[in-house]
Nanobody, 121 residues
Framework: VQLQASGGGLVQPGGSLRLSCAASGSIFSINDMGWYRQAPGNQRELVASIGRTDGTSYGESVKGRFTISRDGPKNTVYLQMNSLQPEDTAVYYC????????????????WGQGTLVTVSS
């Protein structure tokens, strides 16, 4: 299973960006998808996740500013980021867990390659 993330870039404080991540491969089902981020010198942290029934979870620092959503048939997850601040600068990683194979006989736990978000004036 491969995850391809896109949408990062440079944005001014207060601006918005939308990240996308598409999963491909022999996917049988996806249980949950999410976004993590890692800033230089920091540990990787949860930004947001969304479950199979669209239940969501957010990191405290992004609540009210970021929104995660998914397109199930397209195996794609989105992260709408509003009111971006310099402290949101990080590499954002897409993550997905589920089952793969024709009969879903295998589990998978996959990470994308990361996309850089820089918030600066």
């Amino acid at each position: 299973v491969q995850l391809q993330a896109s949408g990062g870039g440079l944005v001014q404080p207060g601006g918005s960006l939308r990240l996308s991540c598409a999963a491909s491969g022999s996917i049988f089902s996806i249980n949950d998808m999410g976004w993590y981020r890692q800033a230089p010198g920091n540990q990787r942290e949860l930004v947001a996740s969304i479950g199979r029934t669209d239940g969501t979870s957010y990191g405290e620092s992004v609540k009210g500013r970021f929104t995660i959503s998914r397109d199930g048939p397209k195996n794609t997850v989105y992260l709408q980021m509003n009111s971006l601040q310099p402290e949101d600068t990080a590499v954002y990683y897409c993550h997905a867990r589920g089952r793969r194979g024709v009969l879903g006989q295998y589990e998978f736990d996959a990470w994308g390659q990361g996309t850089l978000v820089t918030v600066s004036s």
